[in-house]
């Protein structure tokens, strides 16, 4: 049984607060949709670099169906996709599962 994406570290994002979550700092989004099976393995690993980078990154993600303009926007093809945001540009826009190590590493680079 596939486990639903949930957590109050990271906040689901919707077209109504996008703009003002992504304007300051860094932040990284999650592009995801609830019947994605590499989207559902790398949301545990999404939640714990939330905590690791508490301070530094914010998280948030983005379900592709419950947010078309958003998705449309930023031109998603395919999920799962992040994009790393600072002051409400991309910074950088990476797609497909990756290990925890992969992950952080990526993100540690950028920052």
């Not at 990154?57 to 419950?66: A, L, P, Q, R, S």
Request: net charge negative; aromatic share 12%.
């Amino acid at each position: 049984m596939a486990k639903k994406i949930t957590g109050e570290i990271v906040p689901e994002l919707t077209n109504g607060e996008f703009e003002k979550y992504t304007d300051k700092g860094f932040v990284l989004v999650d592009f995801f949709a609830e019947w994605c099976m590499p989207c559902l393995m790398m949301a545990p690993i999404v939640e714990e670099l939330a905590e690791e980078f508490q301070g530094k990154v914010k998280f948030g993600k983005v379900n592709i169906e419950d947010n078309p303009e958003i998705t449309r926007k930023f031109e998603i093809r395919s999920i799962p996709t992040f994009i790393l945001f600072k002051d409400g540009e991309i910074v950088e826009q990476f797609t497909g599962s990756m290990n925890k190590e992969e992950f952080e590493s990526r993100i540690d680079n950028l920052i």
